[in-house]
Structure formats: C-alpha cells, structure tokens
DNA sequence: GAGCACTGC
C-alpha cells in the first residue's frame, strides 16, 4: 500500500461498501489482534510499562520492525498514563509518518480517528478534547511548546525516529532536558531512536537508561565489490543488467543523487536494453524523486506489467519517505547529494558526498522487507570501514537564525550556554544573532525585541520573511508580501522536464515580471487563484459546490500541464498563504494592496531584502554586499543575463557556481533610504 | 545558459 500522503503528494482512497465491511469486520479485529501478538515488542510489554515508571526519561533503541511506534503509546495508555486528561504524545520527522501511523493505531484500538487516537500537523488537525494518544511531526509540538513551555497537557512525550537528528528534534530534546533540571512538572520523556547507538543520548540525559527492543527484518546479504568503481553510475548500470539477467524475479531500488542522474541512468537502461535479445527486455524504469508530479510519483507503487522486472531509479527519497513494495534488491552506489551552510559567506552549497555507515545500512534494509534479500553496495568493504558513522546532524549545517528566534521566545536568552546535544559552531550562531539584530529582532543586549522580535517569533516562515511582512504593512503591500513570502516559502512551482525544456521555457514567460522574480511569482499565484476560485454564479448549493470544486480541480490540473506548473507548489503556497494571512490578521497588521503600484512593492522588498543586496560588476557578475561573494544571477531567474545595475534576491546557493535566486531589480539609493543603519553614504 | 537530496512550522 503507497505510503505517502498529504500536501497532494500521493493519496489512496479505498472505499468499501457498509454491508462488505461489517460482514468483514470481525475477521479485521482478529486478524489485528493476532498481528499485535506477534510483534516482537508484545512479549516485553509489562517491562516496558515498569521502565518508564522508575525513569523519567528513557531510551529506546527499536529495529526496524519492533512494533515500538504503533505498540509503546497504546502500553501506556493502557497502563494508566493519561488519566486525568493527559495525553502521550509522539513526534515523527515527517507527516506522512505521523498521518499513517495514527490511522494504524486508531484502527488497532477499535476507535474513530480524531477520538482517542489522533494525529496533528501543519494544516491538518486530527485531534480532539478526547484524544489521548497524539501523534504530531515535532516541529508541530516544538511550536506547542512556544504556547506551552512545560508540554503540560502531556504526561509523556515520546520522540521518535531521534536517531535521524532533524533541527526539530535536536531543538525539542534541548527544551525537554531543560525543563526536567527543573523536576516540574512530572513529564515523562522517550526517546526512540533505530541506531544501534544510544549512547549518545544516554550520555546527553545523565546516563539514562536505555533498553533495546529486537526487530523482525528479513535477512539481507550485502555484496561489495573488489576495487574502487571509477564511474558509480556506469557501475550501477552493469548491476542493474547483472541482476537483471543473473538472479531471480524481484524488483530493484537504486540509489543516485539527483533529478540529472536519474534521467542519465534511465535513458542508459533503454539504450542497453535495445542490444539485448528480445526475450531479454522486461525490464521498466520508474523514477522517482520529490519534484517529480505526484501523479508520475504514483508509478513506482504499480506493479511492472506481467513477467517483466521493475527499476526503481530513486533519491533519498526512497531512504525513509517511500517504502516501495516488492523490493528484493538494493544497489547502493554509496553517495549522496547533500546541502550545507557556510556561515562566514552565507552561502549554501549542494554536494555530492558520500554517505554515511547509518545510511547504508538504511538502504540495505530496503531490500528485507517482505523476504530476504541483496544489496549490492557499489565500494569495497574496506571503504565501508571509512564511512562516518552517522550523517552529521542537521543543526551544524544549517542556518540558525529561525532556531535562535524560536528559543528566544521560548525564554532562552543565553543561546551560547544552550546545552544542545552538539552544538553548532559558535561563528554560526554569531552570525544568525547578527542576522537576526539588523532585522531588528533582537535589542541592543540580545532580547528579544517588542512588539517585532516577538511578532517574528510566532509566524512559522524564515525570520527574513516574518520581517518582510511587518514591513509591508507600512508600505500598503500586505497583501503582495503575504503571497511572495507564501510563494517563496515552497519549492519551485516550476517544474521543467528535461526533454520539453523549450516548451516550459515558453510557458514561463507568460508570467514573467520584466522587474524581477518576486512579481513573477506573484503573478503565478494569482493566476492559479483565478482558476480555483473565480466562478460564474451559481447558487450556493452543497452540490453545486461540489461540482463547482471537482471542476476546477480538473481545470487547475490542466493549467498546470500546460504552464509546466507544479500543482502541488502552488496548493502548498496557498495552504501556507491562508494559515499566514490569519496570524498577521491577529496581530493586527493592516491588510492593503498597493494595486499596481509595483514601485511601492519593490521599495519595500528593499527595505526587507536589504541584507541580500547585490551590484552589477564591471565583468557582468554581481557583488553581494554584506559578504562580498561574486555571484551570478541564476539561469532560472527572469533577470538572467538582464544587466540590471542593482538587486536583491532571497537565496545564495552553490552548485557548479555561485548563483543567487529570486532576484528583483531594485535602485541602489533605495538602500541607503530605506537601511541606513546597513547601508551608510560611504560608497 | 544551469539544474533543485530530503524534511518541517
């Protein structure tokens, strides 16, 4: 069963009718009952429940299979853990996780999702005043948190999957060890985590105890090969052909780095597939990596046509987001493209690097879901050996303004002496306070300043763009800031594939601002809003609307096809336009339109893009201003190869160059009017 | 004239 859901991603509907489901209930309870039983976990129920009873806080190490996520808040439920109206609360890294295992649970316990059992995420509640087991994504609780800083509605609160070390976790296991040196209230903590190494939040926790539940995986061999692969992707072709052709039925995931890769592999397969005999070629390739349209995303869960094998050519993606059925083999080239953040320039950089031992064994173990299976690991063992044990935690690679801001509300004002589990580098937080200063976020000795610090702090965006916003309200352009941010804020809404990349080309340029991106991507949003909700008039019926609705969904897919827009972008900006427009609405920002004064927009994204300034240099390249980096416009940008004198842009990225994207062209007087504490007459 | 792994509020 496809296990990806939300935000249009992938989504499975089964319907059944009443009477085939009440015949079939019974045998569902049983068959559910007998599934539980027989989790490894069932058996060391009761010590599980004394465990968590004697230790405040304890870790739990689960191999995949344990039953640990589905079982351990039902143990506790039933051990007395939420009496009293509180709930335990479980936090995953992602959303489909959270979604998927609520429903399992809600179905397990018998009970309607949203009662007992619920989930809750971004856009998307599942809970009640009854729910008592709560499964959430923790960035979801860590904004709990903001509200409530002693999680005081929990009894327990169980971080799941800690192992992957995403900014959310590492944040909200600071926040927790904090309050429990403050013994108030009584809250429980689990920690759960699949790496076989638990010491390190052992040691974080004082020595806390840690039990290890065994899982139930189906054996995997791991081949390696003798020498060095010059070419990892031509050695993944000759795999794929060796499998093919050697070992018997079962389909196979390979692992590359990226969308080009993915499309260089595909056509190398077709291309090889040709020279062989006839009987030879059952062989299909699906791709699949997360830009990818959620309807071609669909294809790697269809089984291949009859007799003929499946090559799933996938990103990371396929690590933990997606699990495939049908896999029996692996083949692990044993690199990954991998973003991280140089503090001193301010620079994002998007590598290729190899991966890490943990890693490894996560795509190996993809291989032994249903029945045994291979990986074929594409370096020798000695370079295994070589490997880093774990991949480095996202808090020391990424940028900390937001984190800083958040524990800062939170009442953490000495950000240096923070016990993080590892602590990032001290220049980068020197860097993200300074960001955070000149936005005007934090006063003179480092507080969080009043009302703007405090405004920045509640809206779930970049603190850049928390910025932009309350300036906007000064420059009568809310409402044009509210969907630059909001479009900002997603991945790219346009999706350009690689063999129609004229046609997309074209099609953009029907939206295109000649003053830069952010208008361009204004004018995307728009149209697409006109799609959605423009409608000739109709009475307001409960189906009208329907039909209404059905309709323009397939109008708005249709649009999207043809622009080369990605549907799922644009539904995501108008998700996070909506949930934006209602916090800046309670603060009581003024809501206004500038119309088609695109001058008075412009200026005002100077004034909050100020930081991000850069100038036309002699040579055709640009000069960032606060760090001095030379840059080029980026080629997917409307001002490519424009010459515009001055701009400002939102991101800084390298990859085979230094390029800035989302740019808008603005005066260079501008910044000196509008940022004078920045920009002084010097120049 | 280039390319954007993956999450999350």
Redesign the pocket.
């Given at each position: 069963m496809p296990s990806m859901a939300?935000?249009g991603?992938v989504t499975t509907d089964f319907k059944q009718s009443n009477q085939a489901h009440n015949s079939n209930a019974f045998a569902r309870r049983e068959e559910i009952r007998q599934q539980r039983e027989s989790l490894p976990i069932a058996s060391v129920k009761e010590r599980l429940i004394e465990e968590v009873k004697k230790h405040d806080v304890l870790i739990i190490v689960g191999e995949t299979g344990s039953g640990k996520t589905t079982q351990i808040p039902q143990f506790l439920f039933s051990a007395g853990f939420c009496r009293e109206g509180k709930s335990v609360g479980i936090t995953q890294?992602?959303?489909?996780?959270?979604v998927t295992v609520a429903k399992r649970v809600a179905e397990e316990c018998g009970v309607e999702l949203g009662q007992k059992v619920g989930y809750s995420?971004?856009?998307d509640d599942r809970t009640s005043g009854v729910t008592r087991i709560k499964y959430?994504?923790?960035?979801?609780l860590?904004?709990e948190a903001l509200l409530d800083p002693y999680l005081s509605r929990y009894s327990v609160v169980i971080v799941d999957e800690a192992h992957e070390r995403?900014?959310?976790t590492d944040v909200l296991l600071g926040l927790l060890k904090n309050s429990q040196d403050r013994k108030f209230p009584p809250l429980k903590l689990i920690i759960m985590s699949a790496s076989l190494d638990a010491r390190v939040f052992s040691e974080y926790f004082g020595g806390a105890r840690a039990v290890h539940i065994q899982g139930r995986q189906h054996p995997v061999d791991i081949l390696y090969t003798l020498y060095p692969e010059k070419d990892y992707v031509d050695a993944a072709l000759v795999t794929i052909f060796q499998i093919h052709l050697e070992e018997r039925h079962g389909d196979i995931l390979v692992f590359l780095?990226?969308?080009?890769?993915?499309e260089a592999v595909e056509r190398l397969v077709q291309e090889r597939l040709r020279q062989l005999p006839e009987s030879n070629r059952k062989l299909v390739t699906v791709p699949?990596?997360?830009?990818?349209p959620s309807e071609q995303q669909m294809r790697v869960f269809m089984p291949a046509p009859d007799g003929h094998r499946k090559v799933v050519l996938a990103?990371?993606?396929a690590e933990t987001?997606?699990t495939i059925p049908g896999i029996k083999f692996v083949i692990d080239p044993g690199f990954?493209?991998?973003?991280s953040y140089d503090p001193a320039k301010g620079m994002e950089s998007?590598i290729i690097i190899p991966t890490s031992k943990a890693q490894a064994l996560q795509r190996s173990g993809r291989a032994g879901r249903e029945g045994p299976g291979k990986c074929f690991r594409l370096y020798p063992e000695s370079e295994f050996e070589k490997l880093e044990d774990s991949t480095k935690p996202?808090i020391k690679r990424c940028n900390l303004a937001?984190v800083i801001l958040q524990l800062k509300a939170l009442g953490v004002d000495d950000i240096f002496g923070f016990d993080f589990i590892e602590k990032p580098s001290r220049a980068a937080i020197v860097k993200s306070l300074e960001h955070l200063f000149l936005l005007g976020a934090l006063t003179d000795d480092c507080k969080l300043s009043d009302p703007v610090g405090h405004q920045m702090a509640r809206?779930?965006?970049?603190p850049i763009y928390s910025k932009a916003l309350i300036l906007a309200s000064q420059f009568n352009c809310l409402e044009e800031m509210l969907i630059t941010v909001a479009m900002l804020?997603v991945?790219?809404v346009?999706y350009?594939p690689?063999e129609k990349?004229d046609e997309?080309?074209t099609a953009a340029k029907c939206f295109a601002s000649p003053d830069g991106d952010h208008i361009t991507l204004i004018n995307v949003y728009r149209a697409a809003e006109d799609l959605l909700e423009k409608r000739k008039w109709v009475p307001h019926t409960e189906r009208n609307e329907k039909i209404f609705k059905a309709k323009s969904e397939k109008i708005f897919k249709r649009w999207c096809k043809e622009n080369f827009i990605n549907g799922r972008s644009v539904r995501h900006a108008r998700d996070i336009h909506s949930q934006i427009r209602g916090h800046v609405e309670q603060m009581g920002l003024r809501i206004t339109s500038c119309g088609d004064d695109m001058l008075q927009f412009r200026r005002c994204l100077a004034a909050s893009f100020f930081i991000n300034a850069a100038l036309k240099q002699p040579e055709g390249n640009y000069r960032a201003f606060g760090t001095g980096q030379v840059v080029q416009i980026?080629?997917?940008s409307v001002l490519?190869?424009s010459k515009v004198e001055c701009v400002v842009f939102n991101e800084m990225?390298q990859?085979?160059?230094k390029?800035i994207?989302n740019v808008t062209r603005i005066e260079y007087m501008w910044l000196t009017e509008l940022a004078p504490h920045y920009y002084t007459m010097q120049s």
């Open positions: 939300q935000n991603r890294p992602r959303r489909v996780a959270a995420i971004r856009f959430m994504t923790d960035g979801l860590l904004r995403t900014v959310h780095t990226g969308q080009e890769e993915i699949i990596f997360s830009s990818l990103t990371n993606i987001s997606v990954v493209k991998a973003r998007l996202e937001n809206l779930p965006l970049d804020s991945d790219s346009f350009a690689r990349l997309s080309r980026h080629p997917s490519f190869q990225v990859t085979t160059n390029y994207r």
